[in-house]
């Protein structure tokens, strides 16, 4: 069975600086895809940004960008000059063949003016 | 842009009550879900459905709860006999294939369930 663990429940970054949110993942599956999902307190979902495991290139979405390293498993998002309105929960989710998403527990982020 | 609508956005019942939530897919999409989340916690995943039938479902989705897409455009999930712990925000998505990449969830703005 797939798993996602995402090991900072909390982060913290002050507006125009740059944070990292990581997420690793476990499966057999040798193709699948990835996701970054942001929730703000409005509780809707939104999709950040994705990548597809066979591609090797990063995926880069404007400020948002992911640094994704297939043989360790891990799928971490940065965003670069952060702002106030990036403020909200952020899951990694997993994509494999069933076409369902299996999601991590979150990240909570925080941007400080 | 094509939206997928969830009603009602919060719905209050008692315990043991039948609760029906209500979804409209994308047009076009063929595939459809359900998902959960219990307040601070991860998104779960409950079931899937295709050709009007279930594909996939999680442990979660035990007999209490049962989908049906009853008139080509409507997706609901019942809750037959609600417990405490059936309180959650319950997001439906839609896709048009199954690939989740080449064809994304689309997500609802969810219903806010509360059992009391």
């Known amino acids: 069975a797939q798993t996602v663990t995402q090991s900072q429940p909390e982060m913290s970054v002050q507006e125009a600086e740059t944070v990292t949110l990581s997420c690793t993942y476990d499966?057999?599956?040798?193709?699948?895809?990835l996701f970054w999902y942001k929730q703000p307190p409005s509780r809707q979902m939104i999709l950040v940004i994705r990548?597809?495991?066979?591609?090797?290139q990063n995926a880069t979405e404007n400020r948002f960008s992911v640094n994704f390293q297939k043989a360790a498993k891990s799928f971490s998002l940065k965003i670069s000059d952060s702002q106030l309105g990036d403020a909200a929960m952020y899951f990694c989710?997993?994509?494999?063949?069933?076409?369902?998403?299996?999601f991590g527990k979150g990240t909570k982020l925080s941007v400080k003016p | 842009e094509p939206e997928v609508t969830q009603t009602p956005s919060h719905q209050v019942t008692q315990m043991g009550q039948e609760v029906i939530l209500r979804c409209v897919p994308i047009?076009?999409?063929?595939?459809f879900y359900w998902y959960r989340q219990i307040l601070g916690q991860k998104v779960e995943f409950l079931v899937s459905?295709?050709?009007?039938?279930?594909?996939?479902k999680s442990e979660i989705f035990d007999d209490q709860f049962s989908v049906e897409r009853p008139d080509g455009s409507n997706f609901t999930l019942k809750i037959r006999s609600t417990k405490l712990e059936d309180s959650a925000m319950y997001f439906c998505?839609?896709?048009?294939?199954?690939?989740?990449?080449?064809?994304?969830?689309?997500f609802g703005n969810g219903t806010r369930l509360t059992v009391t």
């Open positions: 499966t057999s599956e040798s193709d699948y895809y």
């Open positions: 047009s076009n999409h063929l595939y």
């Open positions: 459905f295709y050709n009007n039938e279930i594909s996939e």
């Open positions: 989710a997993f994509g494999g063949s069933q076409g369902n998403l299996i």
């Open positions: 990548q597809e495991a066979y591609k090797q």
């Open positions: 998505a839609s896709s048009f294939g199954l690939s989740s990449y080449n064809s994304p969830l689309h």
